[in-house]
């Protein structure tokens, strides 16, 4: 029995750590605190697929610290590698927890990565790298898992077979809030494996008397009395063997089994007549339990002893009864089973959505392939295997969902093509005018602004001459040219009139230039107030050009790309998804088939039992009748 | 048993990378950047009234209404982000209306309503909205930006 105890693992009781790092600093990327949204209820899938999108896009960045993820990519990465643990997906955990672990992370993260790192580890039933794992742990460690982090290592020395330094490490951890009731039982059976017995027997009582609220602490108190039970039984120490079995709560999941092992202890201790209260409460209780049907046998068996043969084989009639139609059950699960009703069942979506399904399922009507299922979650591979199913299955479903979604999409492109395109050639021919008269313009304005540049160094007067002003200059110019050209000799009079007016309008220019110039380049800043805004639109325009190509150019490949990549996985997980289903079914009908035997072999040892037990009470029976006929009223054993 | 799990580990890993082009693809078809808009809703930190409902309008249209179940409410408390609308908006200044309705400890019914304005540029506009008891120190819907 020693051998065969188990440690509490107690794995998935630490909260996210994500929420609270974002709880404690500012939140800059929405998307971010999206994933954190959806893994908080559980939903990892699309946490990591919200993820996923924001750390490819992070690392596509040219400058990724100028991007909303840039002060959380620390968190996000180890969030990943959480989120990937907690969706069962240890390879990829473990290469993301691995990555943190060689990145510029803080202490506290870089522990925890460790912590999480050596329980997909210890999971994959891979100790030693467990432990190796756990040896990186350096410095400070974050303090809602430092105990964890040493619970780990305990089960892990358990694994390994170092019991001794597994005890090291629990009678630390006695008194721990968060582990109360797994330190203590585990650091029984830590001194057990170690051959402590007188020191694990005293270890577990302690366990199986600690104070407990939450089912958690309630349920391995049960496990520590019910295993103490079973040590003592062995010693043939029955009273206290009694008495531990007795601290197991009546309603519970160990109740069962504490009540079947209580009457052997009383059957051991020959006290026949206390054995019969625990087994009388057990045959009340779900005929598919094991211990139940066990008790079905055991309980006349106590009778028997009490030589009260009537009420015994009574019982024995009673147990062959319920022993068959507990093998028509089977037989009907087995069949139920094999016509593919059971993974019909599994996938039924009301029941999924209570957290206790799994034992709904048992009271559901016309389900009869999974009345023994509780006994079939006892075992780790198989919940694995259903957990696997069940997420096939809600990957097909999405998957099933985007194939249809294609088709929507291939519509809207369509309507957006049917809109745009006749529309678009002749805005582009429009826009096409616009913009070469909108170069021009602002290919004037940069000549402009270059002039005005330069006069600041070297001044120009004549460049910034009015309309009027460039008139008279002409005027002025043309009329010296007629002169000239008349070949007349000049008259000094009209001479100096042109030279005058000349004169004023140089005199003009020059004395009124600073002010013109400044003018000009306020002129110019108004221009250029005109020119942005001439600008943003064009870029607007642009942008809704381009936006409406984007709206229905460039999908094709894809969008074929997708289509294929989603029917080629819904192939290959209906492939897989049979496969799982063919070995869930597999494993339900072997162990149907072994608890058929269990039950036929039940059935014989009752039916003798029965035909022994009704010869002993015809007898008793008979040897009574003198005894009634004399007189003494007395009723014999048929009244037990 | 190992192999198949080994398996399962695959496709869900392939599963997820068409969900994550496929995100990339939906998001450039449906919501270009230059139209984009998406509202996220936050509960102010240390809150601990119960939200049952969110309505949010755009420009007077209701575009999103949200009723909270418990699971949501508490992933709301713990620090995650609910993007509860996305859609598509022209550029320029938009006015978003938010109500909310809910319940405190006590038991008396709170709702609220607040009246905002944003601008919407080229760029996508992702509008936070964070909630808090009317009652508490903080205001009881605040507007943020990311």
């Known amino acids: 029995m020693p051998g065969a105890a188990t440690v509490r693992t107690r794995l998935g009781v630490i909260a996210l750590l994500v929420a609270g790092n974002v709880l404690g600093a500012e939140l800059t990327d929405p998307y971010f605190g999206e994933a954190v949204y959806y893994a908080q209820q559980g939903y990892y899938f699309e946490a990591l697929e919200r993820l996923d999108v924001e750390l490819a896009q992070h690392r596509g960045l040219d400058e990724p610290e100028r991007d909303a993820l840039y002060s959380h990519i620390g968190q996000a990465q180890f969030s990943v590698g959480d989120f990937e643990l907690r969706y069962r997906m240890h390879h990829r955990a473990g290469r993301a927890i691995r990555a943190v672990l060689e990145g510029d992370v803080d202490e506290e993260v870089r522990n925890d990565a460790a912590f999480r790192l050596a329980r997909i580890h210890f999971q994959k039933d891979q100790p030693e790298d467990a432990l190796h794992a756990l040896n990186r742990i350096n410095g400070r460690v974050p303090e809602n898992i430092s105990d964890d982090v040493e619970f780990l290592r305990a089960n892990v020395y358990m694994s390994l077979g170092r019991p001794s330094d597994a005890v090291d490490v629990l009678q630390r951890l006695q008194g721990s809030k968060s582990l109360q009731g797994f330190s203590e039982y585990n650091l029984g059976i830590a001194l057990l494996q170690d051959g402590r017995q007188r020191e694990a027997l005293e270890q577990l009582d302690r366990a199986g008397q600690v104070k407990a609220e939450d089912q958690g602490t309630l349920a391995i108190r049960d496990k520590a009395n019910l295993m103490l039970g079973a040590l003592l039984f062995e010693t043939a120490d029955f009273s206290d063997s009694q008495r531990s079995l007795d601290r197991v709560r009546l309603e519970g999941p160990f109740s069962n089994k504490a009540l079947l092992r209580a009457g052997w202890a009383d059957v051991s201790a020959e006290n026949y007549q206390r054995a019969i209260v625990p087994w009388t409460i057990l045959v009340e209780r779900e005929a598919t339990d094991i211990a139940v049907q066990e008790a079905m046998l055991a309980l006349p068996y106590a009778y028997s002893k009490l030589n009260i043969y009537g009420r015994a084989a009574l019982l024995y009639g009673q147990a062959v009864e319920a022993f068959s139609e507990e093998l028509d059950k089977v037989d009907a699960s087995i069949s139920s089973i094999r016509e593919g009703r059971f993974l019909e069942a599994l996938v039924r979506e009301e029941i999924r959505q209570d957290k206790d399904w799994v034992i709904r399922l048992r009271s559901l009507p016309q389900t009869p392939e999974t009345y023994y299922l509780m006994a079939l979650m006892a075992s780790h591979d198989f919940q694995t295997a259903l957990q696997n199913y069940l997420d096939l299955e809600d990957l097909r479903k999405k998957l099933v969902s985007w194939q249809s979604g294609f088709d929507a999409f291939e519509d809207l492109i369509r309507l957006r093509r049917q809109y745009y395109e006749p529309l678009l050639p002749e805005i582009d021919s429009h826009f096409r005018r616009l913009d070469a008269q909108m170069r021009l313009r602002l290919e004037q304005r940069q000549n402009l602004e270059k002039r005005l540049q330069g006069m600041l160094t070297a001044p120009r007067p004549d460049f910034l001459a009015t309309a009027d002003e460039r008139i008279l200059g002409t005027r002025i110019e043309g009329l010296e040219a007629r002169l000239q050209a008349s070949g007349q000799a000049m008259d000094t009079g009209v001479q100096l009139r042109l030279a005058r007016l000349r004169g004023v309008l140089v005199w003009n220019l020059e004395t009124d230039y600073h002010a013109r110039l400044t003018e000009t380049f306020k002129h110019l800043g108004e221009l250029n107030v005109v020119v942005d805004i001439l600008q943003t639109q064009y870029d607007a325009f642009v942008r809704s050009r381009q936006a409406a190509m984007h709206s229905y150019v460039g999908y094709e490949i894809p969008i074929q790309r997708l289509r294929a990549r989603v029917t080629e996985g819904l192939e290959r997980l209906n492939l897989l998804m049979a496969s799982q289903g063919h070995m869930l079914e597999t494993v339900a009908i072997n162990e149907l088939k072994s608890r058929q035997q269990q039950l036929e072999t039940y059935q014989n040892e009752a039916r003798y039992a029965f035909a022994d037990s009704y010869d002993r009470a015809s007898k008793a029976q008979a040897q009574a009748k003198p005894e009634v006929q004399a007189g003494d009223g007395a009723a014999g054993e048929e009244q037990g | ?146």
């Open chain 2, 1 to 146: 048993m190992k192999g198949l799990d080994e398996q399962v580990q695959e496709i869900k890993s392939d599963v997820l990378s068409i969900a994550t082009e496929l995100n990339t693809l939906e998001e450039r078809l449906l919501f270009p950047s230059n139209t984009q808009v998406a509202v996220f809703i936050s509960v102010a930190e240390g809150e601990e009234f119960r939200l049952d409902a969110v309505q949010i309008k755009i420009d007077g249209a209701p575009v999103a209404h949200h009723i909270y179940s418990f699971k949501e409410l508490e992933a709301l408390q713990q620090g995650g982000v609910q993007r509860v609308y996305s859609g598509n908006i022209r550029t320029g200044e938009h006015e978003l209306d938010v109500s909310m309705y809910g319940k405190l400890a006590s038991g008396k019914d709170v709702s609220e309503t607040a009246s905002f304005r944003f601008t919407k540029n080229i760029e996508p506009k992702l509008v936070g909205v964070t909630l808090a008891h009317p009652n508490s120190s903080s205001a009881g819907i605040q507007l943020g930006e990311w």
